[in-house]
């Protein structure tokens, strides 16, 4: 039978991305389009050990039973000790949720809060899921305009007052897709300014711990006036993406409210991995697992930014990234479409994504997001070079 | 701040059933009102055997990096076979999604098909959380009538003729919670229904498996006349409610619409779980694990049905499952209020759960479904005695 699809999901079909991304898993492909940790930095044999010990104890089943919708006590306790180092506290466990990753952090903050037509507020550009996510609450996406110290207060201020939105969503530091990150000062005036006007702030934090050069910052969360801001850590790039696990902090009812929702999306977390976490937390190994793969995100960002320089053609202006996963870049002044461009690059076996998917307008034709983490230092120098050559020949020929 | 929830969710409190579970966990509780496996059917030694050596392998990183939104291809090729049992063919890997746990179909089902206001026609009385989940999708919910072999079809029709609905919710087998079994003449009269109607059809089959005494019926899938039933299988009662693993089978147009709603809402299943899960397929160690864990539910069944008779009151009729987790039964004639009672039944240290809230429209007040699943013969026998004396005096007081 022909089935009538929802409204929500009626215009959501995936295509053109989805159909690219099939051609990258061949093995010549060189992907700068993913945004995967580094594999070498997963620690598969803690996690061997821990999970082999766990399930050899007493209680093994209780990795294997059911679990309540708010997640294991001893996972929710380790995740606001985590927080703690971004300067979010925690008050009690009815603050905390534990969530099948940030993905679904996205997802329970607009089933909790929005309406059809409800309008939510981005950085522009900002993260491409989330844009996908709040089109399928059928939400009115408004981009705000990026600054180089975070976000334009005054464009911000003016959006607030013109569509009164029910949701700011922001990655304030090492942003996906620009890898930028907000100061202090540009968090305080964030904090004061969603406060005033009773804005609800989702900060998407799954990159702070990523930081291989500059000072840390604070979390927006703590600088917030109020308890409109919600806090969101994810475990997909410092432990394991595969697990799918992350963690959730704010205000008691809303809290209380995406557990609610959470329950008829997925029940719970996977118990075995919540608790495989959990120890990994309690074991102390968190921090200097991290520590340790912070040289590799280093080395192989200064081996992207060593072979732009070298490789890519002189219009293109791009970002330099203290931490995270990413470098974003604009070939300025050029009338280039780098969506309509992208299936040519990777028929030279090199990969990016088209910068356009990240604006809530469809801006940016001639901005990329290149993603160093997950390729090494050979494979940067290779696919960047002939990625230079691809967009010479581009720039060149028109 | 005060948030502002969403329409969906302004009604969702979670309240009643949700402080009442607490207690629960008070060990002196005997509790008949989850919906948990038996703790020692669990595969304890086998996950863990698993887990280590796909954790030592050279390829483990898999089952710590990002996986595809469709789930592990072997995971999926596994289901396909899982379900041939039950006369269900799968076609081919564009036919199969992986999800985490049952709940995550049936929300994507909706997420995929229904807009505010579209009707959904159940069994009445049904599965309590998928109610939770039309609800969230602010569907109308109307219930048809059961009949002694599955659903009244008369009803069924003119359900379908007056409320023209966007999707059907069934448990054919074993149901939650009556623990009732369709007749294979009932599923051809269903298929052939909704067929005709063009009614897609959620076939929601965990229980399948936990067959301890009469004859196999095949799904409703295989009978269908055409692509409007989807099936969905669940490893949460075979094999671990905990690593939160299920598959959902059919229309390949509408799987594919379910894997873009899952994108949005947990990226992918846990690849951990999902790889253990698979293994333990691949091994062939499933359908000798749940054959063995049969006795178990048999023999509890059994010692409650016998403590039923024994220590409920007369007016107590109920049914007598073939498999699965759950007894259903009715105060006949009795106008009393299982929910406003249990409080005073959990004082007496046991505790069921109250049947009304597995009805679309509220009714079934002197009903209450109970789990034997998850308790001892010895606690099935002091708590089933409780309860007893506790309805008898009820009764008998009014």
């Known amino acids: 039978m022909d089935f009538t699809f929802s409204d929500r999901m009626a215009g959501m079909n995936g295509t053109a991305t989805r159909e690219i991304f099939k051609l990258l898993s061949r093995p010549e492909i060189i992907s700068f389009a993913g945004g995967l940790p580094a594999t070498e930095a ?63 952090g996205i997802d329970l903050m607009c089933k909790s809060l929005l309406n059809k037509g409800d309008t939510v507020l981005v950085e522009d550009p900002t993260y491409l899921a989330a844009l996908q996510i709040f089109n399928s609450y059928e939400a009115r996406v408004v981009g705000m305009r990026s600054a180089a110290d975070g ?38 005036g964030i904090a004061r300014m969603t406060a005033q006007y009773g804005v609800p702030v989702l900060e998407d934090d799954p990159y702070a711990r990523l930081r291989f050069s500059g000072e840390k910052v604070d979390a927006l969360y703590s600088f917030a006036q109020d308890d ?17 696990v992350g963690g959730i902090v704010g205000n008691a009812s809303l809290i209380r409210k995406m557990a609610i929702g959470k329950q008829g999306t997925d029940l719970h977390t996977s118990s075995l991995a919540q608790m495989i976490t959990a120890e990994y937390c309690r074991r102390g190994l968190l921090q200097p697992s991290v520590q340790a793969s912070l040289p590799l995100y280093r080395t192989r960002k200064e081996a992207m930014m060593q072979a732009i320089s070298r490789y890519m053609p002189q219009e293109f202006v791009h970002t330099d990234p203290e931490g995270g996963l990413f470098i974003w870049g604009e070939f300025a002044g050029c009338d280039i479409d780098t969506a309509a461009l992208l299936p040519q690059a990777v028929q030279r076996n090199v990969a990016y994504i088209q910068g356009q998917v990240f604006y809530a307008d469809g801006r940016g034709r001639n901005t990329i997001r290149l993603n160093y983490s997950n390729a090494s230092c050979e494979q940067i120098e290779i696919g960047i070079k002939a990625l230079g050559q691809f967009f010479k020949e581009v720039l060149h020929n028109r």
């Open 151 to 188: 976000i334009d207060l005054q464009d911000m201020e003016e959006k607030i007052k013109l569509h009164k939105p029910k949701l700011m969503y922001l990655v304030p530091t090492f942003s996906n897709p620009t890898g930028k990150t907000y100061t202090a000062e540009n968090r305080k």
């Open 42 to 104: 997963l620690p598969i044999q803690a996690i061997r050990d821990i999970s082999a010990e766990l399930l050899g104890r007493a209680d093994a089943y209780k990795l294997l039973q059911y679990g309540t919708t708010e997640g294991y006590p001893q996972l929710a306790e380790e995740i606001g000790k985590l927080v703690r180092e971004f300067g979010v506290t925690v008050q009690d466990r009815s603050n905390v949720l534990v969530i099948s990753g940030g993905q679904q």
């Open 228 to 244: 409109n801001v919600v806090y969101m850590a994810s475990f997909s790039k410092i432990l394991s993406p595969g697990l799918r």
